[in-house]
Structures are given as C-alpha cells and as structure tokens.
C-alpha cells in the first residue's frame, strides 16, 4: 500500500481558486497512475480528474476548463489546481493512487474543500 497525504483543502468563496496537494510515500512513482475524487454529503464518490502517467488526463465534465491535474515526479507530489469554484463543488476530496504493476489501490485521509459565501 501506498501512503498518501493530502493537504490544502479550507474554505474559498464561489469563484475563488485552491490547490490540492499529494503527497505519495513510494520508490517508484512513476508505477502509480493518479487521480482526485471527492464525496459531497449524502452522494457517491466521483472521480474528479486522473491522470495515468503516460500524460493521459481525465476529467469530470463538471470540472472542465475549471480544475487541473498535474504531477511533481521529482517530489513525488500530485496537485488539483481548482479554479472558478462553485458551491456545488463542496466535498470532501480524496487523492488516489493506482499501482500499475501490483494493481493495488490506495487512498488518502481526505481534505474538505468548502465553496461559499
């Protein structure tokens, strides 16, 4: 299992911007495709953006043009740039790692991201 810290997560009011931080504790990093999630209350667990290593990235129609996802190899860190933000982006966001060569899957603690006035 892979250890993943996030951080950055507080309260922005609607059209503000926050970055997401990931930090994953692993040899290898290039082994790990990435990606952010998030769980509003009372709704599923979505997949926000991926990104898989190869320079592929995915992104949830609802975050499009708004978020992006990136990745430090050097620091072994994944960012989620968040801008123009909306209430409805509010939930708690999980960083996500998937081991390509073990095909294990790991997660973080959680950061609540909060959009309002």
């Known amino acids: 299992q892979v250890q993943l810290v996030e951080s950055g997560g507080g309260l922005v009011p609607p059209g503000g911007s926050l970055r997401l931080s990931c930090a994953a504790s692993i040899s290898i990093f290039s082994n790990l495709a990435m990606g952010w999630y998030r769980q509003a209350p009372g709704k599923q667990r979505e997949l926000v953006a991926a990104e898989t290593g190869s320079g592929s990235m995915n992104y949830a129609d609802s975050v499009k043009g708004r978020f992006t996802i990136s990745r430090d190899y050097i620091k072994k860190m994944v960012y989620l740039q968040m801008n123009s933000l909306k209430p409805e982006d509010t939930a708690v966001y999980y960083c996500?790692?998937?081991?390509?060569?073990?095909?294990?899957?790991?997660w973080g603690q959680g950061t609540q991201v909060t959009v309002s006035e």
């Open positions: 996500n790692a998937v081991h390509r060569v073990l095909g294990t899957v790991s």
